[in-house]
């Protein structure tokens, strides 16, 4: 596609369940990246996949998050049994290459509610 | 570790005011350094970066920033604001001691007044 998408734009769900946000990253962008971006906090780094390297997860909150990204492309991020402040919109970003200086093109972000 | 400081979460100007918005990093190494813009309702996109070349860096709409590595500063500019700039700034760093991860301050809201 011509920029990144996300799915679903909003989520609501209660606390205590499972969801899941899906991202499709520009196609060939070899590196890929989930933030968190809460009101008032900026973007909070979760974490970031290159190539077939092992992701970069230093930046996850708990270890009710994880995310995977299938064939080098889709990517999903799943947060478990979810809490209130986890409500946030949770923003998706790839890179054509892992080089530092590269842009990062991001999605419209998934906003969450958790109530 | 890399940081970075957005000095003040909210800024309101004049239209047709000088716009400065500041920004300093800490790194160990020189930095990637960029500004990224989010619109009311629409997702960041990046402004203008600096990948260690002219110091002096040109974006899209009229904005500058100036790398100063004495400084360790990355400061946003604008000679004249316009409505359509109000919006959400967010200084970036990455590469050096980051690796390939980038990290954002917790942005400006850039208010413009008639």
């Known amino acids: 596609g011509a920029g990144v998408s996300q799915s679903p734009s909003n989520k609501v769900t209660e606390k205590g369940k499972d969801v899941e946000l899906r991202c499709d990253p520009i196609?060939?962008?070899?590196?890929l990246y989930w933030y968190r971006q809460s009101l008032g906090q900026g973007l909070e780094f979760l974490i970031y996949?290159?190539?077939?390297?092992?992701?970069?997860k230093s930046g996850l909150p708990s270890d009710r998050f994880s995310a995977e990204r299938t064939g080098g492309s889709v990517s999903t991020l799943t947060i478990q049994r979810t809490q209130q402040e986890d409500s946030a919109v949770y923003l998706c970003?790839?890179?054509?290459?892992?080089?530092?200086?590269?842009?990062?093109?991001f999605g419209p972000g998934t906003r969450l509610t958790v109530l | 570790a890399q940081s970075v400081t957005q000095l003040g979460s909210h800024v309101s100007v004049s239209e047709g005011a000088l716009v400065l918005l500041r920004c300093n990093y800490s790194?160990?190494?020189?930095?990637?350094l960029f500004w990224y813009v989010q619109y009311p309702n629409q997702g960041l996109q990046l402004l203008l970066k600096?990948?260690?070349?002219?110091?002096l860096v040109k974006g899209i709409n009229g904005f500058e920033a100036e790398f100063k590595k004495s400084e360790t500063s990355f400061h946003l500019t604008k000679p004249s604001a316009h409505m359509s700039d109000a919006a959400e700034y967010f200084c970036?760093?990455?590469?050096?001691?980051?690796?390939?991860?980038?990290?954002f301050g917790a942005g400006t809201r850039l208010f413009v007044k008639a």
């Open positions: 600096y990948t260690s070349a002219a110091t």
């Open positions: 970036a760093v990455s590469g050096g001691t980051g690796g390939f991860k980038t990290i």
């Open positions: 970003a790839s890179r054509r290459t892992s080089g530092g200086a590269d842009t990062q093109y």
């Open positions: 790194s160990s190494v020189p930095p990637y």
């Open positions: 996949f290159q190539g077939n390297s092992a992701p970069d």
């Open positions: 196609s060939g962008h070899t590196a």
